[in-house]
């Protein structure tokens, strides 16, 4: 009686406070994904876009800061995830449909509501698996670039829609493809292992000079470039991590396994 006393009385320390600034700042981050909402069913799609972006950049700054600070915490885990849900999930769904798929009725609804779906599946099985997976790749598509993709589309058909006739139909596509890749297996670079307080070689510094001036001359449209290329990356490399020939065990001087021929 007297451990199980002792137990429920470090239980009660542990759960007696919660770290103030990471989850200031996801609150900040839920706080933008909602006014994504409020933004979308104004009629200001742009801004909804734009919200979402801000939304992102906090996610990210709340976990490097936590991790920097030592202040990571199960609570922290839990309530930056639902908040994902809500910025990443919710506002992009009900974004893209007001924005582009209301026209095909129920078709234009369920996409929606099928990317809100695997964008929940996709936060719940990276919940389960934290601690067990490479930290240097995600598995799956993750749902802020899903949902960056989404946003950045909308910026994107904002600077020239003129130009891109009939957009429901390449967003609709593009739905079903952003709610395959969150729940597939394909690897996605994380970036969370990026040393960027130590030194680099000087072309690296001259070079993220010149992406900056490039991305702020077109920002929709080099953002919506950037995502693109991300989310065809996980399975490009994919591809040709499974085309790589393959060296058999046998010895060292035998040639590589054939590849199997196409039909």
């Known amino acids: 009686m007297a451990f199980r006393r002792r137990r429920k009385k470090r239980d009660r320390r542990r759960l007696r406070g919660v770290f103030l600034i990471p989850n200031l700042i996801t609150t900040a981050s839920l706080f933008a994904g909602f006014y994504a909402i409020v933004a979308t069913i104004d009629g200001h799609y742009y801004h909804a876009a734009w919200a ?3 939304s992102m950049v906090l996610d990210g700054l709340d976990g490097r800061i936590a991790r920097i600070t030592s202040s990571t915490s199960g609570f922290g885990t839990q309530y930056d995830s639902l908040c994902d849900l809500v910025a990443f999930g919710v ?4 974004l893209v449909y007001l924005w582009a798929l209301k026209p095909f009725k129920q078709f234009g609804w369920l996409a929606a509501f099928l990317y809100l779906a695997c964008g929940a599946l996709r936060l719940a099985r990276f919940n389960v698996q934290q601690g067990s997976q490479d930290p240097r790749y995600f598995n799956g ?15 994107f058909y904002h600077q020239v829609g003129d130009w891109f006739p009939g957009k429901h139909i390449y967003i609709l596509a593009m739905i079903y493809v952003l709610s395959f890749l969150m729940v597939s297996n394909i690897k996605y670079a994380s970036f969370k292992k990026m040393e960027v307080f130590r030194r680099h070689p000087f072309q690296s510094l001259v070079g993220l000079v010149l992406l900056f001036v490039v991305v702020a001359a077109a920002p929709d449209i080099m953002g919506f470039v950037a995502m693109v290329l991300y989310v065809a990356s ?8 499974y085309r790589r020939p393959s060296w058999t065990d046998k010895g060292e001087g035998e040639a590589p396994a054939p590849k199997p021929s196409n039909p």
């Open 234 to 241: 996980g399975p490009l490399s994919t591809y040709m991590f």
């Open 91 to 94: 506002a992009p769904a009900l």
């Open 141 to 155: 598509l993750p749902i802020p670039a899903a949902a960056m993709l989404v946003a950045a589309s909308v910026a």
């Open 52 to 54: 979402i972006f801000i």
